[in-house]
Nanobody, 118 residues
Framework: QVQVVESGGGLVQPGGSLRLSCAVS????????MGWYRQAPGKERELVAT???????KYGDSVKGRFTISRDNAKNTVYLQMNSLKFDDTAVYYC????????????WGQGTQVTVSS
């Protein structure tokens, strides 16, 4: 059984910052890729950022230069530092994990709401 627990969402004013955390625990040793996706009302789920075990990072175009992803491999935990938040960043943010350990598996969190509003 694998658990994906997200935290850190909330309400913030434009220009503000938030930090999301996600811990993946259970019957798993290595997550090759961890990251975040988001989905705004009426829109498709989109990539925010991913990071591999060695530290290769990929960002969605709309967050480059504002968001920073990091991870703690020993804890299977991933973080997303979000700065200079905009109204368009309002969405449900989903934690994502991928492993090839024993097969190819994806894990998703239940989502955490981020609302940017004045």
């Amino acid at each position: 059984q694998v658990q994906v627990v997200e935290s850190g969402g909330g309400l913030v004013q434009p220009g503000g910052s938030l930090r999301l955390s996600c811990a993946v625990s259970g019957s798993i040793f290595v997550l090759n890729t961890m990251g975040w996706y988001r989905q705004a009302p009426g829109k498709e789920r989109e990539l925010v950022a991913t990071i591999t075990t060695p530290g290769y990072r990929k960002y969605g175009d709309s967050v480059k230069g504002r968001f920073t992803i990091s991870r703690d491999n020993a804890k299977n935990t991933v973080y997303l530092q979000m700065n200079s938040l905009k109204f368009d960043d309002t969405a449900v943010y989903y934690c994502y994990g991928f492993t090839v350990e024993g097969g190819r598996y994806e894990y998703w969190g239940q989502g955490t709401q981020v609302t940017v509003s004045s």
